[in-house]
């Protein structure tokens, strides 16, 4: 039993630092989704300026960018999502564990036939 218990604070242990992995990440991406509306409003402004300079082709070229750029934020605030996913799927994993834990502790078994 106690090698049990051993095991599910290892499992518990490595749950919650892949928790930790995915909010790290999670800021990471949103970091670099605040850099790229910053890019894109940039891309925007040169855009005007260069056709109120009458250079369309640059104009052109700052909105193409700015489209790539908005098209990238999209990918991210997916990718987001799919950390969000992974988070709670993890969250829901580690209450398990918690719940486990708490039954070898207080010397409760798992003969009730509940599938952990």
Known sequence: MATELWRLLDQLR???????????SRER?????????QEEAKLAAQAVK????????????ALARQQEAAEHRGELANQ????LGEEAKLTTA?????????RYQFGLDDQDGEDN
């Open 80 to 83: 987001v999502d799919q950390l």
């Open 94 to 102: 580690a209450r398990r564990l918690e719940t486990k834990k708490a």
């Open 14 to 24: 490595r749950v919650r630092f892949g928790i930790a992995d995915l909010e790290l």
């Open 29 to 37: 991406v949103r970091t670099r989704i605040a850099a790229l509306d």
């Open 50 to 61: 260069a056709r109120q300079m009458g250079r369309d082709d640059l104009a052109r070229i």
